[in-house]
């Protein structure tokens, strides 16, 4: 007797994780392409992501970033709720392409160790974030910074990140900058001191995903699944 057909839910909800299909954020994602397509400077290698609790920023700093890091970028993803120039330094320290420069963190300072020609010097954040671009850049790669939950980061620290991403962009290095979260907390954050550069991140509002996308999406990803769904289920499925 054969055994029964075990079916996969193809819907798993997720809390940042990227799920098997994402819809609705295709605009976004098409302008963060143009903009690494474009180069060094472009638009949308600095960009914002706004919206409400849910509304699925996270997923989509994961979606643009695994995007980078497919064509060789590195990636350094952090949250405002941690210290955010530390767990920069830290992994950029980690990073293979970049242990010429041999950094060796140094915590809680925000600061770093770099061995270089066998003498040791005290690097600033800022230091250690061009070391490692210009790095990237001369070997055809880049660097992508993402803050999720931004509106818990503090002034202090985006102002120091968004001046240091300033002069690499100045520079015509590799470098990219996303940053997301709650919109009231993000607007609040660029009202602050010291980051004015970041008002000139191209903003993207995630709204609510029409109820056409949604159907869409789910006949195609219930029928990939091998299975079928008549269209007053989708309706009702999808409203």
């Known amino acids: 007797m054969p055994k029964p057909l075990k079916l996969i839910n193809p819907f798993k909800p997720t809390a940042g994780m990227t799920p098997p299909v994402l819809i609705g954020r295709e605009g976004v ?18 960009m914002r992501i706004t919206g409400l609790g849910g509304s699925g920023k996270t ?41 010429s420069l041999d950094i060796k963190i140094s915590l809680p300072v925000v600061s770093a160790e770099a061995h270089l020609g066998g003498a040791a010097e005290e690097l600033s954040f800022r230091e250690v ?16 910074i993402t803050v999720d939950e931004v509106q818990d980061a503090s002034y202090e620290e985006m102002a120091t ?5 300033q002069y690499m962009i100045r520079e015509q290095q590799d470098i990219g900058l996303l940053f997301a979260g709650i919109t009231t907390g993000v607007l609040d954050l660029l009202n602050g001191e010291g980051i004015t550069f970041l008002r ?9 995903i029409p109820t056409e ?18 269209d007053d289920a989708l309706a009702y499925a999808a409203g």
């Open 129 to 144: 974030l061009t070391r490692a671009t210009r790095s990237l850049t001369k070997h055809g790669s880049g660097l992508l």
């Open 213 to 230: 996308e949604v159907a869409r999406a789910l006949r195609k990803t219930i029928e990939a699944s091998g299975l079928h769904i008549d």
């Open 200 to 208: 000139r991140a191209k903003a993207e509002e995630l709204a609510s």
């Open 59 to 99: 997923v989509l700093l994961t979606q643009l970033g695994d995007i980078a890091a497919d064509r060789g970028w590195t990636v350094v993803n952090v949250s405002g709720r941690e210290p955010l120039c530390a767990s920069i330094q830290e992994q950029l320290a980690h990073d293979t392409r970049l242990r």
């Open 161 to 165: 990140i968004a001046t240091s991403v």
């Open 29 to 46: 994602i098409d302008d963060f392409v143009d903009g690494l397509d474009k180069g060094p400077g472009a638009p949308s290698r600095l």
